[in-house]
């Protein structure tokens, strides 16, 4: 299987909020086993559907937390960038050294080309 079929996987629990635990967990452990497969947007997509439905692990928003410090992130857009922190705040995880940086970096990429609904969501 290729990474689109794992995104579409994530999409899919999200949209019809299969709560079956069971199945996130095999695909937060999947994502962290196979972390060459991932580009740097799949990831932030995946994380977004489970962060929509409180899904993951600390173990899993730590992994994230750990490709953000370790620059995985850098090259994504400013709206991927902004639905990362965004995925952060709505699970409560991260830490302050997280912040710290994730802040330092987005107002580097604040410009007048961002959509108001990514303003909406730094809010």
Do not use: P
């Amino acid at each position: 299987m290729d990474e689109r079929s794992y995104v579409k996987t994530a999409k899919f629990l999200d949209l019809y909020c299969i709560s079956d635990k069971f199945l996130w967990i095999n695909l937060e452990l999947f994502l962290m086993k196979k972390e060459k497969m991932f580009s740097a947007k799949s990831y932030i997509e995946i994380m977004s559907h489970f962060s929509a439905q409180s899904e993951g692990s600390r173990d899993f928003y730590d992994f994230y937390e750990f490709n953000y410090l370790s620059n995985i992130f850098k090259k994504v857009n400013t709206h991927d960038f902004v639905s990362l922190g965004y995925n952060f705040y709505n699970v409560h995880a991260g830490t302050i050294n997280f912040f710290e940086h994730y802040s330092d970096e987005l107002i580097e990429r604040l410009d007048d080309k961002i959509s108001t609904y990514d303003l909406l969501r730094l809010l």
